[in-house]
């Protein structure tokens, strides 16, 4: 049963039991090397690995340099307009297109005609 936020009591074989519940419960996989390096700290400090998680979670958030706020635009902007009006492209590659395949039709009828 719930008694508040973060106290929670438990009856077992008739004893009733309060438990304080820390705010927030963190899981952590370490892989064989990150595993290895905690128990290295562990045995040099002395610390619990839980005190090494927070003590490296709080020096980071003192020294992490902050994240910029870029827009998916100011991302692109240098290269938005390089190649100038798009439409005009379009137009040329039109043209460009037409061209080839009334080659490619003209080469084809000269062909078929031999």
Known sequence: MMLHKNLFCTTINGIMNTVALPDQ???????SDDS??????????GL???????????????????????SLYDLGA??????????????????VVKERLAAKRKA????GSR
């Open 78 to 95: 240098s290269v938005f307009g390089k190649h100038a009006d798009a439409s005009r492209q379009s137009a040329q590659i039109k043209s």
């Open 36 to 45: 290895a390096l905690m128990q290295q700290l562990h045995q040099r400090t």
């Open 25 to 31: 419960f963190l899981s952590l996989r370490l892989g």
């Open 48 to 70: 619990s690995k839980t005190d090494i998680v927070k003590q490296a979670l709080r020096h980071w958030a003192r020294t992490a340099p902050a994240m910029e706020q870029t």
């Open 108 to 111: 084809n009828q000269t062909a």
